[in-house]
């Protein structure tokens, strides 16, 4: 499968709704893999894809609820979809609460289900790529120096090169030397790019206090 086939996983006891979403999805192009129960879920290794989770709200041996916490606390972030025989709106109100995209009600209407799905891959996707890109810089930020991190925490913050130099004990050619590595390393064609990468890795602006 490629990274960019989605897959849409079902969870649902009842056999006879796990066919019928299936069988939606897999009409509009979707790859599906349907489990009875959230324990068969946890014991098949996924395919690296995009992709949501449908859930049902009412799960064998424990609630969708208590497994959507358990998926957040396993670090898998498939966004989820409850569905569910009865129209409660304390749980729809605690499954929205803690992250789920839909709350739907049984009988499913077809193309409310295809949205919600459709909404919760393309949430996937920009996860991923917005990881993606996180990986890639924190590779480049492992790159640095620890002296070229200390000059990039004082350089997101607009310090100049000669407020640079005093505050770490160096010459200001050498600040240049340093800055110049960094901009290369993290192949930042600006201060402000720079800046953008900083945040994007939650890199703090605020500068250590042995610093000032």
Excluded: W, Y
């Amino acid at each position: 499968m490629s990274e960019d086939q989605a897959i849409v996983v079902v969870i649902d006891d009842d056999v006879s709704i796990r066919e019928s979403v299936e069988d939606l999805l897999r009409s509009v192009g979707l790859e599906v893999k349907s489990f009875a129960t959230s324990r068969e879920f946890l014991q098949q290794k996924l395919p690296d894809a995009p992709g949501c989770i449908v859930l049902d709200v009412r799960l064998p041996g424990g609630s969708g609820l208590e497994f959507q916490k358990t998926l957040l606390n396993s670090k898998i972030q498939l966004p989820i979809i409850f569905i569910s025989g009865h129209s409660d709106v304390p749980t729809s109100v605690r499954a929205m609460k803690s992250g789920a995209i839909e709350f739907l009600t049984k009988p499913l209407r077809e193309q409310e289900l295809l949205d919600a799905v459709h909404v919760g891959i393309e949430r996937d996707r920009v996860r991923r790529q917005k990881a993606k890109i996180v990986a890639e810089l924190r590779g480049r930020l492992d790159c640095l120096t620890p002296r070229e991190q200390e000059v990039l925490l004082l350089v997101i913050t607009g310090h100049p090169n000669k407020a640079i130099a005093t505050r770490l004990g160096l010459s200001e050619m050498t600040v240049k030397v340093h800055r110049s590595q960094i901009m290369r390393k993290m192949r930042a064609k600006s201060q402000i790019e720079l800046v953008r990468m900083a945040d994007k890795l939650g890199i703090s602006p605020s500068i250590p206090e042995e610093l000032n």
